[in-house]
């Protein structure tokens, strides 16, 4: 990358040969890198400096990656990509449920990694970059305050967005009365085609349900086309 201030990474890992590898590489790639083994030193970090993407492994000494994840969603929508055992789907599914962006599984190549954090910046950023500060829609009882990534139900306090939830939800509000396959899905979000066997869609899809308090099992808003993809289906317009 080129940019003049390099976007600022910190890679979480117990394993001291891929914090080291990953450091050199993605140095050599134009970005500042910070590491930590651990979640104490994460945090001590986070309190520091500000950071622009971590990358976040789930085997870790004393709190685990899911509960860092949890943690740094509480409070921060920065863009996580989580390190996860290649075979195991239920690691993935856990971490996109508690606010990962993406993941990438183990063992990996390191170019495949760098992709994956260039496409989730470029997303990042291309969200605030068309983020209005009037960007307020309102759909349902619910408003989307798109400059802040909140959103609110009716006269209830506002929830801030993750980065995942945020862009799904604007998706939607760009194309209501649209269906989206979990193929055009998958490429928006993640710069990719969803595999047969891939459920992140699905998962990400159930959280923003649960968010917009639709029914999973009978969903009113964000409805299921058998076959197709997702539709939603509640009009949409600009909050006076």
């Known amino acids: 990358m080129t940019s003049e201030h390099p976007k600022k990474l910190l890679v979480v890992d117990d394993d001291q040969e891929i914090r080291e ?9 134009g970005f500042t890198v910070a590491v930590a083994a651990e979640g104490n030193a994460m945090r001590h970090l986070m309190a520091a400096e500000q ?3 971590i990358v976040l492994d789930i085997m870790l000494p004393g709190d685990d990656g899911f509960v860092l994840c949890q943690e740094i969603r509480a409070q921060s929508s920065i863009p996580i990509i989580m390190l996860t055992a290649g075979s195991d789907e239920t690691d993935r599914i856990i971490g996109l449920e508690l606010g990962a962006d993406d993941y990438v599984g183990k063992p990996f190549n390191p170019r495949e990694l760098l992709a994956r954090i260039k496409a989730v910046l470029r997303r990042f950023d291309e969200t605030k970059s068309k983020v209005q500060p009037l960007d307020t829609l309102r ?4 408003t989307l305050h798109a400059a802040n990534r909140e959103l609110q ?8 967005l993750n980065g995942a939830d945020f862009n799904l939800l604007r998706l939607f509000l760009s194309r209501p009365g649209q269906v989206l396959s979990r193929d055009d899905l998958s490429l928006h979000l993640r710069g990719r085609d969803s595999s047969p066997f891939d459920r992140s869609i699905d998962v990400q899809i159930s959280r923003l349900r649960s968010r917009l308090r639709d029914d999973g099992k009978s969903p009113q808003m964000i409805k299921t086309v058998r076959g197709a993809g997702y539709i939603l289906t509640t009009p949409v317009e600009p909050a006076k």
């Open 139 to 142: 759909f349902g009882a619910f």
């Open 51 to 53: 950071f622009d993407l």
């Open 21 to 29: 590898l990953l450091a050199v590489y993605l140095q050599k790639n």
């Open 153 to 160: 139900y009716a006269d209830e306090p506002p929830e801030s």
